[in-house]
Nanobody
């Protein structure tokens, strides 16, 4: 089992920045990929960014490309999502997720991920 705890969410004005953190604990050595997902009210959960734990390869959704950076600190078992130039459309619950599956490429489907955090709210509003 892997436990994931998100932090760093909150409210910000359009154009602002936030950094989300995801602290992982438990059987983290079996994790192959970590991801950030989000879900707006009335919408399906969608991938924001993923990172492969073995080599740090990253993939981003088109909607956040150039505005977000996912990174990992293996010593701290923590994954980060730096979000800049935030837009109202970025509002939603943000979830951290971990996969035990051998994946490749932009594996954005939530079904690929085995463990999920409880989620944290991000609100972008003036």
């Amino acid at each position: 089992q892997v436990q994931l705890v998100e932090s760093g969410g909150g409210s910000v004005q359009p154009g602002g920045s936030l950094r989300l953190s995801c602290a992982a604990s438990g059987e983290t050595r079996n994790t192959t990929c970590m991801g950030w997902f989000r879900q707006a009210p009335g919408k399906e959960r969608e991938a924001v960014a993923i990172i492969y734990t073995s080599d740090g390869t990253t993939y981003y959704a088109d909607s956040v490309e150039g505005r977000c950076t996912i990174s990992q600190d293996n010593a701290k078992n923590t994954v980060y999502l730096q979000m800049n130039s935030l837009e109202p459309e970025d509002t939603g619950m943000y979830y951290c997720a971990a996969s035990r599956t051998v994946l490749s490429g932009p594996a954005f489907a939530p079904v690929y991920f085995d463990y999920w955090g409880q989620g944290i709210q991000v609100t972008v509003s003036s």
